[in-house]
């Protein structure tokens, strides 16, 4: 894994990069700008959720076609026909 490190020495503050094992219990490092020691930081991770399925597209699907759901029943509206009543999908 990656893990940021900041220099701790506030004339520095470097911040850089390191792959080390999840299982490295170490949570310091030397800085390379000034030999100083720095510190892991929290960071977020680097993994992307991709493909169907996860909460972001399927929400986004869902709103897009109740966009266009909406769009439809105005345009029918619109036309002096019937709007038809809609289902939703449980």
């Known amino acids: 894994?990656?893990?940021?490190?900041?220099?701790?020495?506030?004339?520095?503050?470097?911040?850089?990069?390191?792959?080390?094992?999840?299982?490295?219990?170490?949570?310091?490092?030397?800085?390379?700008?000034?030999?100083?020691?720095?510190?892991?930081q929290i960071s977020a991770p680097e993994f992307i959720l991709k493909g169907e399925g996860w909460p972001g597209k399927t929400l986004k699907r869902m709103e897009e076609k109740d966009r266009v759901e909406q769009k439809y029943q105005e345009y029918l509206a619109k036309e002096g026909q019937t709007p038809i009543p809609l289902k939703k999908e449980e």
Do not use: G, W
């Open 1 to 40: 894994m990656r893990y940021d490190y900041k220099c701790t020495n506030e004339v520095c503050a470097h911040i850089f990069e390191l792959i080390q094992r999840i299982t490295d219990t170490n949570t310091q490092s030397q800085c390379p700008n000034c030999d100083a020691v720095a510190t892991r």
